[in-house]
């Protein structure tokens, strides 16, 4: 599993994000039973940055905390059975790994809505980056139905790290 972590912004967190990332990762790949080692960029920016690329690919002009931008078009969310067929446009050639995709999460997001849901600043940006990575496994939350599975998956996720609302 490899990550690469971008921040273009000048705040720091007071965890490591690169090993939170990579916990979150295995965790999410381990219940989705993805067979493939896998790769995913995180890019931290602020309000100002994501309200732009929020702007730029997905034409709202409004800030969010966070974006995802799959590399995989799922049939069905967290079906890897597809992947194989399209080796070229979905593993790197050299390092074998499948290309997840990227992240975009607001600092200044996580940092206002840990201290808004009163629970600290790692649960929400654990909380985020779970919910990114599922969204990269094909997952959405367009009705409630696919909302409820999605915020099921992302708790399990965080309650086996032991990243709770306490934590």
């Known amino acids: 599993m490899t990550s ?13 994000v690169q090993a939170v990332l990579e916990s979150v990762m295995e965790a999410v790949m381990e219940t989705e039973r993805c067979p493939y080692e896998t790769s995913v960029n995180l890019l931290l ?6 309200r732009a690329y929020n702007r730029q690919y997905r034409d709202i002009d409004h800030e969010t905390d966070v974006l995802s931008f799959p590399n995989i078009s799922f049939a069905r969310a967290g079906d890897f059975s597809l992947v194989e067929a399209c080796e070229a446009d979905y593993f790197d050639p050299d390092s074998g790994e499948l290309l997840l995709g990227d992240i975009i999460l607001s600092v200044d997001r996580v940092l206002s809505q840990a201290e808004e849901y009163g629970h600290s600043v790692l649960r929400e940006f654990a909380f985020l980056t779970a919910h990114s990575m599922f969204h990269l496994c094909g997952y959405d939350h367009m009705d409630e139905a696919e909302a409820a599975v999605m915020e099921d998956r992302q708790e399990a996720v965080l309650t086996r790290l032991g990243i709770t609302r306490e934590a």
């Open 45 to 50: 920016t602020d309000d100002e940055g994501i």
């Open 4 to 16: 690469y972590v971008e921040n273009e912004t000048q705040k720091q967190f007071s965890f490591d």
